[in-house]
């Protein structure tokens, strides 16, 4: 049982997989971020637009 968890405490495998899990999480948030700036720019664009029609 001791040479068991003595394994287990050994073992990295589940920290790196929680580690790329958080990187992936944080390049998500940035590209939602981003998106969502970008998207307000052109929406102000197009409303620009569309008042010069009216």
Known sequence: MKAL???F???GRGAT???Y???AG???MTIIIWAQQ???SV???FESVQAGFN
Do not use: C, H
Request: no cysteine; charged share 15%.
């Open 9 to 11: 405490a050994a073992d």
């Open 26 to 28: 944080l390049i998500s």
């Open 43 to 45: 929406l102000g664009f």
């Open 21 to 23: 899990g958080l990187v």
């Open 38 to 40: 970008i998207g307000q």
């Open 17 to 19: 997989a929680i580690e």
């Open 5 to 7: 968890f003595l394994d």
